[in-house]
């Protein structure tokens, strides 16, 4: 039997992976966000996950404006990290599941997602550096990237997002294999890293987003992409990923960790880590 054990948002800022390899973490910039990791760690090396869906956005290293799909699965055995230009070290290759990447790409398909399926595909810092943030030593899960296209305009919108989820999490519950599945959200909150409106932030939003991924996240659907665009700014966008995240989880939610905290570089960051059951 497979199952969603639980899912964790979370920022991807590259100089948190910049911080991490200078082991500044305890310092007075960097400790209000590290802070909400050792209770994260700890409540996963109890749930044991073997698997890690994580909703991203490619910056740039696996897919281009050129061509840029909607919504693509890894169906690969590893996926390689490469330098997209911000100089962090690399990170080594992450192991596939294959298997249950094909069950997700299935069941999205029947639901009615067009997909692009990557049997190779390379991982950037929206994915390396939730996994170094999650287990800071050996990663003792595989990977399942989903990756959402928050860059290149149309967008798709909160609403199919959350469908995204939703379908996400019942080709987990419909898995013939055993599986423990952790489900990730990278990016956010609110960030424009660029024009006229660089540096904005809106705590107001970020903190009505968090409450929503915990209660109901129906409420975000109201938004059409340009109002998010408006609330969260350029690059906010990118909670698209955690309601995506958040429609993968169904029942009872209980709130392992929440974390809030402005600013990582341009950035408002949020720690989300909701459990299951
Ligand atoms: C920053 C934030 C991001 O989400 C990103 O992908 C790159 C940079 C930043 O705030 O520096
Ligand atoms: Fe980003």
């Known amino acids: 039997m497979a199952e969603i054990i639980g899912a964790v948002g979370t920022s991807h800022v590259p100089a948190i992976g ?28 109890e ?7 994580m909703f991203y956005n490619d910056h740039g290293l696996n897919f281009f404006l050129d061509k840029m799909p909607t919504f ?28 249950l990447s094909w069950h997700v790409i299935e069941t ?72 423990r599945v952790l489900v990730v959200g990278s990016g956010g909150l609110s960030h424009q890293l660029d024009g006229a409106r660089a540096g904005f932030i809106n705590r ?27 609330l969260a700014g350029t690059q906010g966008v990118e909670i698209l990923n955690w309601i995506a995240m958040r429609g993968a989880l169904s029942g009872r939610i209980g709130v392992v960790a929440k974390n809030y905290h402005i600013p990582i570089s341009n950035t408002a960051t949020g720690v989300l880590a909701l459990e299951t059951g």
């Not at 200078?22 to 090396?45: I, N, Q, S, T």
């Not at 987003?209 to 340009?226: I, K, N």
Request: some cysteine; aromatic content about 8%.
């Open 72 to 99: 693509a699965v890894g169906a690969a055995g590893e996926y390689r990290n490469a330098d997209e230009g911000w100089g962090l070290p690399v990170q080594h290759p992450l192991h596939g599941d294959p298997e």
């Open 204 to 230: 107001v939003f970020d903190e009505m987003c968090l409450q929503a991924l915990v209660d109901g996240p129906e409420v975000l659907t109201r938004y059409s992409t340009a109002e998010l665009v408006e």
């Open 108 to 179: 999205l398909t029947a639901d009615g997602f067009d997909l692009t399926t990557c049997q190779e595909m390379q991982v950037d810092h929206a994915v390396v550096v939730p996994m170094q943030l999650l287990w800071p030593g050996e990663r003792p899960v595989r990977l399942i990237p989903v990756a959402i296209n928050t860059v290149q305009h149309p967008l798709p919108s909160a609403a199919r997002c959350l469908a995204l989820g939703r379908s996400v999490g019942r080709a987990v519950a419909t898995y013939g294999g055993d599986s």
């Open 47 to 53: 749930a044991r996950p073997d698997t890690v869906v």
């Open 18 to 45: 910049g911080a991490i390899a200078r082991r500044v973490e305890d310092e007075p910039y960097w400790r209000p966000f590290f802070k909400a990791f050792p209770k994260v760690r700890r409540w996963l090396a």
